[in-house]
Nanobody, 114 residues
Framework: QVQLVESGGGLVQPGGSLRLSCAASGTDFRAYVMGWHRQAPGKQREFVAVINGASSTNYAASVKGRFAIYRDGAKNTVYLQMNLLEPEDTAIYYC????????WGQGTQVTVSS
């Protein structure tokens, strides 16, 4: 059974950085699409970033140039490096993997505030 465990969230000041991790188990994740979505209070879940089996990436316009998604095959882990964080980035961040269906992690809270 596929399981995803996120970590790395927390409280950071505007302009700061965080790196989120998403560890996958139950499958060799390298061949599959993985990504991150986020959900802010009172808003719908939205796309943030995605990486495919060839390590091609795509980003939401709001995070392009500030966030980077990448994977470590040896650790079966995908990362989201977040720089120049803004209060608008405050949300619960969820990673997913798409095999025959989409599996979600439990989410990790990111709060950007002074």
């Amino acid at each position: 059974q596929v399981q995803l465990v996120e970590s790395g969230g927390g409280l950071v000041q505007p302009g700061g950085s965080l790196r989120l991790s998403c560890a996958a188990s139950g499958t060799d994740f390298r061949a599959y699409v993985m990504g991150w979505h986020r959900q802010a209070p009172g808003k719908q879940r939205e796309f943030v970033a995605v990486i495919n089996g060839a390590s091609s990436t795509n980003y939401a316009a709001s995070v392009k140039g500030r966030f980077a998604i990448y994977r470590d095959g040896a650790k079966n882990t995908v990362y989201l490096q977040m720089n120049l964080l803004e209060p608008e980035d405050t949300a619960i961040y969820y990673c997913y993997i798409y095999t025959t269906k989409r599996y979600w992690g439990q989410g990790t809270q990111v709060t950007v505030s002074s």
